[in-house]
């Protein structure tokens, strides 16, 4: 019979000084600006209290995906660092069960984004974190997260790492040549044959919604100065000092989201004057670069933007 009760069936060697008495995580839940109650999953140092520390924020919120706890060697140096770890369970996830995917997906998809963007808020509020050293984080489909978020809500992040983003969705799915084109439909949505799907994915995807940068005149007003003589994005208008610092990562030979977007997005954000960076893997996939070592050199690499972001890296 159930007893409520957790048995530990296997415990997997980590090699080094690692003990597991030296973290505590826990579960909290905020609420939405919607009112739905939305997990969020946290892990610290013992001897670092949450107390308007510096956050990495991770998120995906996509094709019924669970986003579940997990232990990685990866992360002890940022906690050992004093750094909360957060994971926010946004719909569009599986967390929650089916319905929790379908209010996060095609005419629901901006669910996604204001979960994030909520749940950073009351972290944030709570003075369990400070909005000046967060950063946010999310790969492929968590990267068009990390893109509208950016676009949302640039006062609550320091940074967004964003790695093989899917920064120009709506380009992509208008495109039925493309491989995967006609099953994303099933996701995000019909653009090319439904126009409110067309309309809704371009008040949200990220290269759309760059915010136009603001530039002083002469008499020190605020003068909007357009992204591009190509088209002005739709996003509002932000200064560039306000809007977090960007790092993207992609690949050359990335067949799921094409490198060229992510290329776009940033020549975009360089062009509003947002301090936004690339790494391009000439040999790499979707999935990063091969060979364990050369892994943990890039997760070394992001792990380090990220620390010099939260003014940790001295």
């Not at 509208?148 to 964003?162: D, F, K, L, S």
């Not at 809704?200 to 020190?220: F, I, L």
């Not at 067949?255 to 975009?268: F, G, I, M, N, S």
């Amino acid at each position: 019979p159930a007893t409520g009760k957790d048995t530990l069936l296997k415990r997997a060697t980590v090699l080094g000084d690692f003990d597991p008495r030296n973290y505590m995580e826990r579960r909290v839940w905020i609420t939405a600006r919607d009112g739905e109650r939305i997990p969020v999953s946290l892990v610290w140092h013992r001897d670092c209290p949450a107390q308007d520390s510096p956050m990495f924020i991770t998120g995906y919120g996509a094709y019924e995906i669970s986003s579940d706890p997990g232990f990685s060697v990866a992360r002890l140096s940022m906690l050992d660092r004093g750094v909360l770890y957060a994971v926010p369970h946004i719909r569009g996830g599986g967390e929650m069960g089916r319905a929790w995917y379908e209010q996060g997906r095609r005419l629901n998809k901006k669910h996604s984004f204001e979960d994030f963007v909520d749940a950073t808020r009351a972290l944030q509020d709570a003075h369990l974190a400070d909005a000046r050293r967060t950063v946010a984080n999310g790969g492929s489909a968590g990267g068009l997260l990390m893109g509208a978020i950016a676009n949302m809500a640039p006062e609550c992040y320091a940074g967004v790492e964003a790695d093989v983003p899917f920064v120009d969705a709506l380009t992509s799915i208008l495109d039925p040549d493309l491989p995967l084109t006609v099953t994303e439909w099933d996701e995000w949505g019909d653009p090319l044959h439904d126009p409110e799907v067309y309309r809704y994915m371009k008040s949200y995807t990220p290269y759309e919604n760059v915010p136009v940068a603001r530039a002083e005149d002469g008499d020190g007003e605020t003068v909007d100065d357009k992204v591009s003589s190509a088209g002005a994005a739709t996003g509002k208008a932000v200064s560039a000092a306000q809007f977090p610092k960007i790092f993207i990562t992609t690949s050359m030979n990335d067949t799921r989201v094409l490198y060229v977007e992510p290329l776009k997005w940033l020549a975009r954000l360089q062009s509003a004057g947002v301090d936004a960076v690339a790494k391009i893997e000439v040999e790499a996939g979707h999935g990063g670069i091969s060979g364990r070592y050369k892994q943990w050199q890039e997760v070394s690499y992001e792990n380090a933007w990220c620390m010099d972001v939260m003014g940790l890296a001295h």
